[in-house]
């Protein structure tokens, strides 16, 4: 749906939301790795494939595999980057 098409109620409180969320949260980031849309979706993937078959997902392994599998995909398209990650 298009914002126009919403309630000019409905646009005001949405924008006010909008601009507090921008102020007040940061990205989530472990050690020097921020979390990115791609990386939100490995981790959500890892959670829901250990689900499925039922194992306990956990933050740490999740994130681990996701970054480990980014750096894989950004160095075998020969970029010559990688993502930072500290424990």
Same mark, same amino acid.
């Given at each position: ?8 109620e ?11 969320v921008f102020e007040r949260t ?11 849309g ?7 993937? *890892?959670?829901?494939d ?6 306990v997902p ?14 894989y995909?950004? *160095? *075998? ?11």
């Amino acid at each position: 749906m298009q914002l126009g098409k919403l309630r000019p109620e409905f646009r005001s409180g949405l924008d006010a939301l909008t601009k507090i969320v921008f102020e007040r949260t940061r990205p989530k980031q472990v050690g020097a790795t921020m979390m990115t849309g791609p990386v939100l979706v490995g981790i959500t993937e *890892s959670y829901l494939d250990a689900l499925n078959h039922g194992a306990v997902p956990t933050i740490s392994s999740s994130w681990q595999v996701n970054i480990k599998s980014s750096n894989y995909y950004l *160095s *075998s398209r020969g970029t010559g980057l990688t993502v930072s990650h500290k424990e």
